[in-house]
């Protein structure tokens, strides 16, 4: 079966599996755990990046063929997201920003609101916006607008490892919005990958759970491989993408039916 | 949790008890923090302090020398700081607005955001106004500890000064919260007091705040009373097992919030902690004011004796040794405005 690349702000991608890069325990875990996930998209947060000093500087990990998506980890508004986004492209980190605006320290759920005026802002200045938002449809319509490149909702509370939560509500957006679906934070295991990429999420994004694994690489290919399992599962039109059941009794046959009543 | 429920785990010295907390902290550590320890790097401006605090070697009836740097002083201490790799910076003032007014902090955070991503002050409390200058001139986190929770004990060890006033003291994360810091670190000094009401206050303390300011970074930290220049001032200890469950306990309790160690803890405590609950630390500290490349040692006089004096090289070293990423840099300097 043949399947159409993942396009993001008309950059084509192979892989569907977009890779953070936070919690590793060391630098070396991080590099195989990125050739183990086949990922073509890695995350980084700006505020963890040292161009000072070489061996501890994190893009020294990152492959030159691999997409970098700096993200504005510690912005608690708009104003804040801009900044850091600006400032990563000042650094020389590229146009493409994952906008996360967090105001809450104990729950760390994103701020939509300000997360659409940053999207605003940045994608009229020409960057490649992928927000990161709990999933709500008026939230996702209003980023389309704004000029979002993707749409990336929760799938549960960021390193809970709690899986699809929030399943019903991504449905939706990937039933409604003509942006590509990433399905973001909370994905603990390379089912929960699976499971979103059948209901037909477009790409599947992880960090924590390969990050304190025993072995990161390992679990880094096997999300690779799930995320793969999973689009081959959707596109294959696999029976529970059709929510209205067919049922083997008809209820209503009896009015086409030619029965005589009794 | 009430006091009483405090009370009874610090109190219970069964082996099994004291391992399961530390398990359970432990997993929760590493979800929310990885295996990632954050560094920083002390700096001691000025030891001039006008209260008399009867546990610290600073305070102003100690016979110690006074000593401020000026800007061309401590940029030569940062410079060395910075030369060691370290990126956050926590300066540190004793309690006195005379010498060490808004206007020198200023000048010091604006001197020091030319070497450093995170700066961070711990010196006397001030108010809103002037968190949103220091705020503006890239302060970005705040250390303040109410050392105890206990009116009582807190105006017996606080003798005069401005440290004097409890609830000004205890509104002070308040304050710097609402004038924009991005972090802010509460703590007690264990050893003053009863440590299960202390920790119990502590706790409700900083509830208040993530309700009132959610979006603020919290850390809290658990100084034990230490000698200075090997004279004993606690009045109870808190011994290991007593100080294992209070790490435990509190990243139970809070799984978000950072836990600082600092170096006032012998090496392989510290060593021991790091897989327990504690995510940032100090490292290559020296708690004298011209302590890096000022003054000889013999004529050093410091805030407490350090008991872990492991180089940054050394730090950073144990801790790929035990399998942690040590991370300089966590904030990138921003423009700060509300």
């Given at each position: 079966?043949?399947?159409?690349?993942?396009?993001?702000?008309?950059?084509?991608?192979?892989?569907?599996?977009?890779?953070?890069?936070?919690?590793?325990?060391?630098?070396?875990?991080?590099?195989?755990?990125?050739?183990?996930?086949?990922?073509?998209?890695?995350?980084?947060?700006?505020?963890?990046?040292?161009?000072?000093?070489?061996?501890?500087?994190?893009?020294?990990?990152?492959?030159?063929?691999?997409?970098?998506?700096?993200?504005?980890?510690?912005?608690?508004?708009?104003?804040?997201?801009?900044?850091?986004?600006?400032?990563?492209?000042?650094?020389?980190?590229?146009?493409?920003?994952?906008?996360?605006?967090?105001?809450?320290?104990?729950?760390?759920?994103?701020?939509?609101?300000?997360?659409?005026?940053?999207?605003?802002?940045?994608?009229?200045?020409?960057?490649?916006?992928?927000?990161?938002?709990?999933?709500?449809?008026?939230?996702?319509?209003?980023?389309?607008?704004?000029?979002?490149?993707?749409?990336?909702?929760?799938?549960?509370?960021?390193?809970?490892?709690?899986?699809?939560?929030?399943?019903?509500?991504?449905?939706?957006?990937?039933?409604?919005?003509?942006?590509?679906?990433?399905?973001?934070?909370?994905?603990?295991?390379?089912?929960?990958?699976?499971?979103?990429?059948?209901?037909?999420?477009?790409?599947?994004?992880?960090?924590?759970?390969?990050?304190?694994?025993?072995?990161?690489?390992?679990?880094?290919?096997?999300?690779?491989?799930?995320?793969?399992?999973?689009?081959?599962?959707?596109?294959?039109?696999?029976?529970?993408?059709?929510?209205?059941?067919?049922?083997?009794?008809?209820?209503?046959?009896?009015?086409?039916?030619?029965?005589?009543?009794? | 949790?009430?006091s009483l429920q405090i009370k009874k785990i610090l109190?219970?010295?069964?082996?099994?008890?004291?391992?399961?907390?530390?398990?359970?902290?432990?997993?929760?550590?590493?979800?929310?923090?990885?295996?990632?320890?954050?560094?920083?790097?002390?700096?001691?401006?000025?030891?001039?302090?006008?209260?008399?605090?009867?546990?610290?070697?600073?305070?102003?009836?100690?016979?110690?020398?006074?000593?401020?740097?000026?800007?061309?002083?401590?940029?030569?201490?940062?410079?060395?700081?910075?030369?060691?790799?370290?990126?956050?910076?926590?300066?540190?003032?004793?309690?006195?607005?005379?010498?060490?007014?808004?206007?020198?902090?200023?000048?010091?955070?604006?001197?020091?955001?030319?070497?450093?991503?995170?700066?961070?002050?711990?010196?006397?409390?001030?108010?809103?106004?002037?968190?949103?200058?220091?705020?503006?001139?890239?302060?970005?986190?705040?250390?303040?500890?109410?050392?105890?929770?206990?009116?009582?004990?807190?105006?017996?060890?606080?003798?005069?000064?401005?440290?004097?006033?409890?609830?000004?003291?205890?509104?002070?994360?308040?304050?710097?919260?609402?004038?924009?810091?991005?972090?802010?670190?509460?703590?007690?000094?264990?050893?003053?007091?009863?440590?299960?009401?202390?920790?119990?206050?502590?706790?409700?303390?900083?509830?208040?705040?993530?309700?009132?300011?959610?979006?603020?970074?919290?850390?809290?930290?658990?100084?034990?009373?230490?000698?200075?220049?090997?004279?004993?001032?606690?009045?109870?200890?808190?011994?290991?097992?007593q100080f294992v469950k209070i790490i435990a306990l509190?990243?139970?309790?809070?799984?978000?919030?950072?836990?600082?160690?600092?170096?006032?803890?012998?090496?392989?405590?510290?060593?021991?902690?790091?897989?327990?609950?504690?995510?940032?630390?100090?490292?290559?500290?020296?708690?004298?004011?011209?302590?890096?490349?000022?003054?000889?040692?013999?004529?050093?006089?410091?805030?407490?004796?350090?008991?872990?004096?492991?180089?940054?090289?050394?730090?950073?070293?144990?801790?790929?040794?035990?399998?942690?990423?040590?991370?300089?840099?966590?904030?990138?300097?921003?423009?700060?405005?509300?």
């Amino acid at each position: 079966m043949t399947d159409t690349p993942l396009v993001i702000a008309g950059k084509s991608f192979t892989s569907r599996f977009l890779l953070g890069t936070g919690k590793f325990k060391n630098k070396q875990d991080l590099a195989d755990s990125i050739a183990a996930s086949e990922s073509e998209i890695v995350t980084v947060a700006l505020r963890r990046i040292d161009l000072e000093r070489h061996e501890e500087n994190i893009l020294e990990y990152v492959p030159a063929h691999v997409t970098l998506l700096t993200n504005t980890s510690g912005a608690r508004n708009a104003q804040e997201a801009v900044r850091i986004a600006r400032l990563a492209k000042a650094s020389g980190c590229g146009n493409w920003v994952k906008i996360e605006v967090i105001n809450d320290s104990k729950y760390l759920l994103p701020d939509n609101h300000e997360t659409i005026k940053a999207t605003e802002i940045l994608a009229a200045e020409g960057f490649v916006v992928l927000p990161y938002i709990s999933p709500d449809l008026y939230a996702a319509r209003a980023l389309v607008k704004a000029g979002a490149a993707t749409v990336m909702p929760l799938g549960s509370f960021i390193g809970s490892n709690q899986g699809l939560k929030t399943k019903e509500f991504i449905q939706v957006l990937i039933n409604e919005i003509d942006l590509p679906i990433v399905v973001d934070a909370g994905i603990g295991a390379p089912s929960q990958a699976a499971e979103a990429m059948e209901m037909g999420a477009a790409a599947v994004l992880a960090n924590t759970a390969i990050a304190t694994a025993q072995d990161p690489a390992v679990l880094a290919h096997a999300f690779a491989l799930a995320v793969k399992a999973g689009r081959m599962a959707y596109l294959s039109g696999l029976p529970l993408q059709h929510p209205v059941a067919k049922a083997s009794s008809p209820l209503t046959g009896f009015l086409y039916n030619d029965v005589p009543a009794n | 949790m009430t006091s009483l429920q405090i009370k009874k785990i610090l109190n219970d010295n069964d082996h099994k008890t004291v391992e399961a907390l530390a398990q359970q902290a432990a997993q929760l550590t590493r979800r929310q923090f990885g295996r990632t320890i954050s560094l920083y790097g002390p700096l001691y401006l000025s030891n001039f302090c006008s209260s008399h605090c009867t546990y610290c070697g600073f305070h102003s009836q100690n016979k110690i020398q006074r000593l401020k740097l000026e800007p061309a002083q401590y940029r030569k201490e940062m410079q060395f700081i910075h030369a060691q790799g370290i990126r956050n910076i926590l300066m540190l003032t004793g309690e006195s607005y005379k010498h060490t007014p808004v206007s020198y902090l200023k000048e010091a955070a604006q001197i020091a955001s030319e070497y450093f991503q995170g700066i961070a002050l711990e010196v006397h409390p001030m108010q809103t106004d002037e968190y949103k200058e220091l705020f503006a001139a890239g302060v970005d986190g705040i250390a303040v500890y109410q050392e105890t929770y206990d009116r009582k004990r807190y105006s017996e060890v606080h003798l005069s000064g401005y440290k004097k006033d409890y609830d000004f003291r205890y509104a002070t994360p308040h304050r710097a919260a609402e004038a924009g810091m991005r972090q802010i670190s509460l703590g007690i000094l264990l050893g003053l007091s009863d440590p299960s009401e202390d920790l119990f206050a502590l706790y409700q303390h900083l509830r208040e705040l993530e309700r009132s300011f959610p979006g603020v970074e919290y850390s809290v930290s658990f100084p034990r009373l230490r000698t200075v220049k090997a004279e004993t001032l606690a009045s109870c200890d808190v011994d290991d097992i007593q100080f294992v469950k209070i790490i435990a306990l509190t990243r139970i309790l809070f799984p978000r919030v950072g836990i600082n160690l600092s170096t006032r803890e012998e090496p392989q405590l510290r060593d021991h902690l790091l897989e327990i609950g504690i995510t940032r630390m100090s490292a290559g500290s020296n708690t004298s004011v011209g302590g890096y490349t000022l003054l000889e040692e013999s004529s050093q006089d410091p805030q407490f004796d350090i008991k872990d004096e492991r180089s940054v090289d050394e730090i950073v070293k144990l801790l790929k040794s035990r399998d942690f990423d040590p991370v300089f840099t966590d904030w990138r300097h921003i423009e700060n405005s509300l």
